[in-house]
């Protein structure tokens, strides 16, 4: 893990195109502005990990449980 020290309106860049900036700091929490191109997603941590949880659990469901889900169309 690289650790870098930022101050106030300083900013670190991610490959070629994205761009992260502090904010805000205030107290023990840092506020960070993300500039990234619309095709790359930015999530918090917990978000995306729900997001990972919900596909597996989507990409196991059974076939029966898929049809309930979509309905009988064309039967």
Do not use: C, F
Not at 28 to 54: C, F, M, S, T
């Amino acid at each position: 893990m690289l650790v870098l020290s930022r101050q106030r309106d300083e900013s670190i860049i991610i490959g070629d195109n994205v761009v992260v900036t502090v904010v805000d700091v205030r107290g023990d929490k840092v506020r960070l502005g993300i500039d990234a191109p619309v095709e790359i997603p930015v999530h918090r941590r917990e978000v995306y990990e729900a997001i990972q949880r919900e596909n597996r659990r989507a990409s196991e469901i059974s076939a029966e449980e898929a049809r309930r889900v979509g309905g009988d169309r064309g039967q």
